[in-house]
């Protein structure tokens, strides 16, 4: 028996319900090992086939969805046709949510952990491997983060793919720098106003008024509605993407360092993200979709 391992096979970007802290933006960094028997190749599966294989299941399944609880206590759910709807009880108040099924991931425990997402994935994977793979490996991990950091939640309407949906989300890190040195002060600043927020589009509002919103579009896949106490939310004028986000956090900072060049590095999940800049000139922003 031989033992082939991946790490960092992909990064599961998705959202989750916690009775604690509501809804979780999160950025899992998925590390795989096969233990089996040598083919005709002397391998135990070609790593090209690893990464096609597994990631592809990972992405149809798990990535860009909102991960549910399904024994958690304060869950309720209606299923109608190919649309869910749900309700979930969480200490920062009720979270409502209506979408396409394929939006929401129902996962057979009581809390969304890194193990029990694994636990999930296992049988899913499992029927992508050939008959000589006799044990699957799976580990979900954060990524290590020197500095500050927050967990965000948000939809992209106009997006094609799996962006689209209203309540997928990352764990990122924030890097601002004034005249090119960091400013942990600033960073930490957001990463506490962002702690397990909502990014949304102001013109995405459908109700608002006794300390909740209400978000609805509709997209390629469908409907969405997301409802959700306003306190876990922020605001922008413009689309959630990482981009505008970082334009948004620069704008938002400039004001605190006035007459110096600031950059705002917004990272989208693991490695990828904008900048931004304020008080310099302007480069181009990059920003990979999610």
């Known amino acids: ?4 391992f991946v790490e960092q096979l992909t990064v599961i970007d998705c959202a ?17 090992e096969l233990d089996g028997a040598l083919d ?43 649309r869910l709807r749900l309700r979930f009880e969480a200490a920062p108040g009720l979270y409502e949510h209506v979408s396409p099924t394929a939006a929401v991931s129902l996962v057979d425990a009581a809390a969304i952990t890194p193990d029990a997402v694994a636990a999930h994935l296992r049988p899913i994977l499992a029927a992508h491997l050939p008959a000589n793979v006799a044990r699957l490996g799976l580990h979900l991990r954060s990524e290590h983060i020197d500095g500050a950091y927050y967990h965000y939640v ?22 601002v720098r004034v005249d090119g040195a960091r400013d942990g002060a600033l960073e930490r600043d957001v990463a506490e106003r962002w702690r397990d927020i909502y990014l949304g589009t102001r013109e ?28 876990r939310c922020d605001l922008l004028d413009t689309d959630s993407t990482v981009e505008q986000i970082a334009a948004h956090l620069a704008a938002r900072l400039a004001p605190s ?21 304020t008080g310099g000139h302007p480069e181009p922003q990059s920003g990979p979709r999610d």
């Not at 294989?53 to 991960?67: E, P």
């Not at 509002?205 to 390629?220: Q, S």
């Open 1 to 4: 028996m031989s033992c082939l």
């Open 16 to 32: 989750y319900l916690d009775a604690v802290r509501g809804l979780v933006g999160e950025s899992w960094i998925v590390d795989v």
């Open 257 to 277: 360092r006035p007459g110096r060049a600031l950059a705002v590095r917004a990272y989208e999940g693991v490695m990828k993200g904008a900048i931004a800049r």
């Open 154 to 175: 948000h939809g992209l309407k106009k997006h094609a793919g799996l962006c689209q949906r209203i309540a997928h989300g990352h764990r990122s890190r924030i890097e």
């Open 204 to 231: 995405d509002i459908v109700a608002r008024g006794d300390g909740r919103i209400r978000f609805a579009y509709t997209a390629r896949e469908g409907r969405y509605e997301l409802a959700l106490p306003e306190a």
């Open 40 to 82: 005709g190749q002397s391998m135990v599966l070609d790593f090209g086939e690893v990464k096609k294989r597994l990631k592809r299941a990972i992405d149809a399944s798990l990535d860009h969805s909102l991960l549910v609880p399904r024994r958690a206590p304060g869950l309720q759910l209606n299923a109608d046709g190919e």
